[in-house]
């Protein structure tokens, strides 16, 4: 099962970090990846990482302000977001993907938590 939390209102400019916390396995050999909807539009993957090295991909629009990492020892995924703009708003989604095979940018994954909503404000 995984947790989505952390999301809320922000002024642009603002940070906000969210966390995937799973539970009932480890999720340590996981690539792990978050995903954000906006109302009308399709869900994207905005950032990915690696199980075996930790390595990332960002999505075009997310580079450079937003960041995700991960602790085996927690159980968990982590999305900072820096610099936050309107057009960030949407509901964020984590997923879990065990296959360790599928490539990092690879928008399929197994295992879904529930969205948290992020909105920025102009």
């Known amino acids: 099962q995984l947790q989505a939390s952390g999301g809320g209102l922000v002024e642009a400019g603002g940070s906000l970090r969210l966390t995937c916390a799973a539970s009932?396995?480890?999720?340590?050999?996981?690539?792990m990846g978050w995903f954000r909807q906006a109302p009308g539009k399709e869900r994207e993957l905005i950032a990915a990482?690696?199980?075996?090295?930790?390595?990332?991909y960002y999505e075009d629009s997310v580079k450079g302000r937003f960041t995700i990492s991960r602790s085996n020892a927690e159980n968990a995924v982590y999305l900072q977001m820096n610099s936050l703009k309107p057009e960030d708003t949407a509901a964020y989604y984590c997923a879990a993907d065990p296959s360790m095979s599928r490539m990092l940018r690879s928008p399929l994954y197994d295992y879904w938590g529930q969205g948290t909503q992020v909105t920025v404000s102009s």
């Open positions: 990482i690696s199980w075996r090295d930790a390595s990332t």
């Open positions: 009932g396995r480890s999720i340590s050999t996981y690539r």
